[in-house]
């Protein structure tokens, strides 16, 4: 891991190192990388960190935790209603 990476693939590669205490820094970094990209964190192909990513990196781990349960409580309220299924979805998820 580089000096440059942005924050929050340090916080998300040292969180799976903790987790998996026998797995190598360089699979960490990987599935890091990977899933900090599908969320929109981390630019497509690359280590650098979208605006979304850098405002999630200034979060502590618990704010990051509250901002989440919020957006999943607003889509729940969207279900309820029937807003928000996409009718497409077979997950019921928007």
């Given at each position: 891991?580089?000096?440059?990476?942005?924050?929050?693939?340090?916080?998300?590669?040292?969180?799976?190192?903790?987790?998996?205490?026998?797995?190598?820094?360089?699979?960490?970094?990987?599935?890091?990388?990977?899933?900090?990209?599908?969320?929109g964190d981390?630019?497509?192909?690359?280590?650098?960190?979208?605006?979304?990513?850098?405002?999630?990196?200034?979060?502590?781990?618990?704010?990051?935790?509250?901002?989440?349960?919020?957006?999943?409580?607003?889509?729940?309220?969207?279900?309820?209603?029937?807003?928000?299924?996409?009718?497409?979805?077979?997950?019921?998820?928007?």
């Amino acid at each position: 891991m580089a000096d440059r990476d942005p924050a929050i693939l340090k916080d998300a590669v040292h969180s799976i190192s903790k987790e998996n205490p026998g797995m190598s820094k360089g699979s960490a970094y990987a599935i890091a990388t990977s899933t900090l990209q599908k969320s929109g964190d981390l630019r497509k192909g690359t280590d650098n960190a979208t605006d979304k990513g850098k405002r999630r990196g200034e979060m502590s781990k618990r704010t990051r935790a509250k901002t989440r349960a919020k957006k999943y409580k607003i889509e729940r309220k969207k279900m309820k209603k029937g807003e928000g299924m996409d009718k497409r979805s077979t997950s019921g998820r928007l």
